[in-house]
């Protein structure tokens, strides 16, 4: 048996590098890059869930890990990376309302607010440090990948910024709510198919959103409030 | 009994409503005016019954929805405006069996008489509503049913724009109705209209609501702006109940308030006596320089809710002050001439629309000789101009006279000195609303009626038909003997006040005239000569020599000339960014229309360009939703964080 002090040591560095996993989908220009970050992600995750399996022993612990492992880190990085090769697209260099450096910024300004909020929500539970920086993590990484979604133009970023997002809910859920397992396959189900249509609509319309809307806009009849 | 008097009138103008527009006949739109006819003798009735003997009846309460009861009450209060929506009726009715006809498709007209009844059918309905929620349900019909009726003839651009204007005038209303309601509400716990027994002070928002509310709705200055536009557009017979008996609905609403106030402030009268005053002031000076038949009338409207707001103003600083004789007596002049105009003023309303018709014009410039060629209206115009000119021994001067004799006696407040200069103040601008709106109705009455036609089109007007001259005589009858009667009718209603017989003083006045007549007529000696004016070295008159309107109010304008500013616009176009190219421009010099420059404008500019500026936040770019989403979340694991 191993020692649960070490586990816990090993796991809160592993904290660490998710953390620096967030940082990198929100900075990096490069589409392989981002996608190999959200592999490492999906791969930290699945090795926590791992862990927390040695430490707690509960089986579904390592269902989430084995499913993780499966989902997160082969078969959509798979789609994603036919998808790329596709679109022959390898770069995503612009940005919509806040460029890179700001995003950083305000990346450390979320985990922050996580912090003061969680430790002010979790005040009358007494959790363990652990799952307190657990939770305080999966909450940052959820507002990060909302960051990635409306900061980035290409769809395929954006679709990793959901999947990241995805990565912190399910992060949050394994140290704090402990979802029905029903519940996670559902949504791993969910974001295959998510990846599916971001497939259909990348390479059948376009690779930008930007163009794909201006396709859309031709064909409806009301246009939005930008013409006033 | 009583009730089967009020539910008559109810359901005779219910199939009022439903018959023009299950048959589109001229039969039906006759039976449905024949309907309204016959619920005003029912409501004649019902209202006199209650006035006369205090009896007040009994309604059944109506389960509208669970906890709100709707219900049908009527005390002496509710029956006075009874009467006076029976009053104004029947000329309405006959009138419009003819009018309606005129409009322009069958659609048209049979929508027209089934408005008409509904609208009259709501009004009496809020005026019989037992509690705030039948209030506010039928008052919302009253006001929709009206803005129908002034867009009847919608496709002209002026008419779509009264009826926006009056649309979002009607809504403020509504609005600060229901705010005064719930805050009456959250105060009493009931939405019936009971006693309001409260310390002062706690009544302040309720107060400040329903003033604004009623008052929009009434057409007091500030808010008076939809009145001048609404009138032109909307057909004559409805501007006749819409001034006539809507603005006195609000009236109605606003007494029941402060009647039922327990402990009413001194500022509230002195408020109400000050927005009064500056009404009938600012509504006769904008009158004079009116050349528009209907906007002239609507302006003079406002002159008169004026004066029943100074009536209620003395009322509250009476009875706020202890003085119960004067508080009656106040009350009593504001009821009164509430009664009054609504007689004299759709009187009015319906001989112009007899005149607009039979011309084809509003403009009184184009009018004269009227006397001549439309001999019966334009007797029954005179009527109605010395009704509301004041003149004993006809209704105007009897409601005025009551509220002139209360304010002589105000030097009862001595104890408070300041008070008494306010009120010498209020009277003196009183006095002046009086004598203005005098000279407003003889030059109204004098360039319509009086003199050589001005156009071809009034040199060729024809007597209208008969249901239009029967139908402003019912009111004009009424104007002459509530005038005559006025003391007899005011102690059968119950009020016992210190108040000349005009029926003596009208005898007197006869009297005085024939025997001036008659000593003129046998003194002298030369016989009657018929010869043409001097016309000052002009071979021949035109009417272009005769007064004018404008001519006939310039020296009262250059009185007032600080009210009436000018203001010079001109919009220039160009091809060009660089303003170098002209291309096109409009230049016009007009009357600066101050409350909708500076008070009605900037706020709806300020909506306008907010409402852009949220529009904008929907761009459909899917990077700013998400961004709203993430934004949303943010506030939301803040606010979280600050409550727990």
Excluded at chain 2, 205 to 215: H, Q, T, V
Excluded at chain 2, 349 to 374: D, Q, Y
Aim: aromatic share 12%; with cysteine; net charge neutral.
């Amino acid at each position: 048996m191993i020692e649960p002090l070490f586990l816990e040591g090993v796991i809160k560095i592993l904290f660490v590098f998710v953390l620096i996993s967030a940082a990198l989908i929100i900075s990096t220009r490069s589409l392989a890059s981002v996608l190999t970050t959200y592999t490492v992600q999906s791969f930290l995750l699945a090795a926590v869930s791992f862990l927390l399996y040695l430490m707690e022993g509960k089986s579904e612990l390592l269902l989430l890990a084995g499913l993780t492992l499966a989902s997160k880190v082969l078969l959509i990085p798979h789609f994603i990376k036919r998808i790329e090769e596709k679109i022959k697209i390898s770069r995503d260099l612009n940005f919509t309302y806040l460029e890179p450096t700001t995003s950083l910024l305000l990346s450390i300004g979320l985990i922050l607010l996580s912090y003061a909020f969680l430790s002010r929500v979790f005040e009358a539970f007494a959790l363990s440090k652990l799952f307190f920086f657990g939770a305080v993590i999966g909450l940052s990484l959820t507002l990060m990948g909302m960051l990635v979604m409306f900061s980035r133009r290409k769809v395929i970023t954006k679709a990793l910024g959901y999947l990241s997002m995805e990565n912190g809910v399910l992060m949050f859920g394994i140290f704090v709510t402990e979802l029905p397992f029903i519940l996670e396959i559902l949504i791993i189900i969910d974001l295959i198919i998510l990846v599916l249509l971001t497939s259909i609509l990348a390479v059948g319309l376009d690779s930008s959103i930007e163009e794909y809307r201006k396709k859309i806009r031709r064909l409806q009849v009301w246009n939005g409030g930008e013409a006033l | 009994m009583l009730e089967a008097l009020a539910y008559g009138a109810v359901f005779a103008l219910v199939s009022g409503t439903v018959l023009p527009l299950l048959y589109r006949s001229k039969n039906a739109r006759q039976a449905s005016f024949g309907l309204s006819l016959i619920s005003s003798v029912l409501l004649l009735g019902f209202a006199g019954t209650v006035l006369y003997t205090g009896k007040e009846p009994s309604f059944p309460a109506f389960g509208f929805l669970p906890g709100l009861d709707f219900t049908l009450a009527a005390d002496r209060l509710t029956a006075g405006f009874v009467l006076l929506i029976a009053a104004v009726l029947p000329g309405v009715s006959i009138y419009s069996l003819e009018y309606t006809e005129h409009a322009k498709s069958e659609a048209r007209k049979a929508l027209q008489a089934a408005l008409t009844s509904l609208f009259v059918l709501a009004m009496l309905l809020v005026v019989l509503a037992g509690n705030m929620v039948g209030f506010l349900i039928f008052w919302e019909i009253m006001s929709l049913s009206s803005l129908l009726l002034v867009l009847h003839d919608y496709s002209s651009e002026e008419n779509k724009k009264a009826g926006f204007f009056y649309f979002v005038m009607t809504n403020i209303s509504t609005t600060f109705l229901f705010l005064g309601f719930i805050s009456l509400y959250r105060l009493t716990g009931s939405a019936e209209f009971g006693p309001l027994e409260y310390p002062a002070g706690a009544l302040t928002l309720p107060f400040l609501c329903l003033f604004i509310g009623f008052g929009v709705k009434a057409g007091l200055v500030p808010f008076h702006k939809w009145l001048p536009y609404a009138h032109p557009a909307a057909p004559s017979n409805i501007s006749a109940l819409m001034s006539g008996v809507m603005l006195k609905v609000a009236i109605y609403g606003f007494l029941r308030f402060l009647l039922a106030a327990a402990s009413p402030e001194l500022w509230w009268g002195v408020l109400i006596l000050i927005a009064g005053s500056l009404s009938a002031l600012f509504g006769v000076i904008y009158a004079l320089k009116e050349s528009d038949i209907k906007r002239l009338l609507a302006y003079s409207s406002i002159e008169n809710i004026g004066i029943i707001f100074i009536g209620i103003g003395l009322y509250v600083i009476f009875r706020v002050e202890g003085l119960e004789t004067l508080a009656l007596m106040s009350l009593a002049g504001a009821c009164f001439h509430a009664f009054n105009h609504a007689l004299f003023k759709s009187l009015l309303f319906l001989c112009a629309g007899s005149v607009v018709h039979a011309t084809g014009t509003r403009n009184i410039e184009a009018f004269g000789g009227l006397v001549k060629t439309m001999p019966a209206t334009s007797a029954l115009f005179l009527i109605g101009s010395v009704s509301i000119a004041a003149l004993p021994p006809a209704n105007g001067f009897a409601g005025e006279l009551l509220l002139y004799q209360a304010f002589f006696q105000a030097s009862a407040l001595s104890a408070n000195p300041l008070l008494t200069v306010f009120m010498v103040i209020a009277l003196s601008s009183f006095a002046l609303t009086g004598a203005l709106a005098a000279a407003l109705f003889v030059k109204l009455f004098g360039i319509t009626c009086l003199a050589l036609p001005r156009s071809e089109e009034s040199r060729l007007a024809e007597e209208v038909e008969k249901p239009m001259l029967f139908g402003p005589a019912v009111p004009a009858v009424l104007c002459i003997l509530t005038g005559i009667f006025s003391k007899q009718i005011l102690s059968l209603a119950g009020w016992d006040i210190e108040f000349p017989d005009l029926l003596l003083l009208g005898l007197l006045l006869a009297f005085i005239y024939a025997a001036l007549f008659l000593a003129v007529r046998a003194k002298t000696e030369i016989p009657d000569r018929i010869s043409e004016t001097w016309g000052c070295g002009f071979p021949a008159l035109t009417p272009s020599t005769e007064y004018s309107s404008a001519g006939f109010s310039e020296p009262l304008v250059m009185i007032f000339k600080s009210i009436y500013r000018t203001r010079i616009v001109h919009r220039p176009e160009y091809f060009d960014g660089q303003e170098s190219l002209f291309k096109n421009g409009h230049v016009e010099i007009r009357l600066l229309r101050f409350f909708e420059e500076y008070l009605y404008i900037p706020p709806a500019l300020a909506i306008d360009s907010l409402s852009k500026r949220v529009a904008k936040l929907q761009n459909g770019k899917l990077d700013s939703y998400v961004l709203y989403a993430f934004l949303a979340v943010l506030t939301l694991i803040i606010a979280t964080g600050v409550l727990v």
